[in-house]
């Protein structure tokens, strides 16, 4: 299993960036996708999850309306767009897929959200 995030990068505060997480290793098609955050010295927090089919999402009250996740299962892609972007956003992105009972995850991509 593997979970490549990239797309982040440093954006000015109202700004907009896609993040994307590509998945091999597995039948992406089948599976929740999700994608967490992490600042330092917090835990990692759901940001947005999106079913097999991409149906059904669901999103954290602190970037309802600003976020949107949708996914590719053609490319095995999942993605995050992220806008108006705020410096509380600047932080560390992961996407994660649980399979059989363990929680893989990827390495993370870094949001920098400065003037």
């Known amino acids: 299993v593997q979970l490549v995030e990239s797309g982040g990068g440093l954006v000015q505060p109202g700004g907009s960036l896609r993040l994307s997480c590509a998945a091999s290793?597995?039948?992406?098609?089948?599976?929740?996708m999700s994608w967490y955050r992490q600042a330092p010295g917090k835990e990692r927090e759901l940001v947005a999850a999106?079913?097999?089919?991409?149906?059904?999402?669901n999103y954290a009250d602190s970037v309802k309306g600003r976020c949107t996740i949708s996914r590719d299962n053609a490319k095995n892609t999942v993605y995050l767009q992220m806008n108006r972007l705020k410096p509380g956003d600047a932080v560390v992105y992961y996407c994660?897929?649980?399979?059989?009972?363990?929680?893989?995850w990827g390495k993370g991509t870094l949001v920098t959200v400065s003037s």
């Open positions: 290793g597995f039948t992406f098609s089948r599976y929740i």
């Open positions: 999106i079913t097999s089919a991409g149906g059904i999402t």
């Open positions: 994660k897929v649980p399979l059989n009972g363990v929680d893989y």
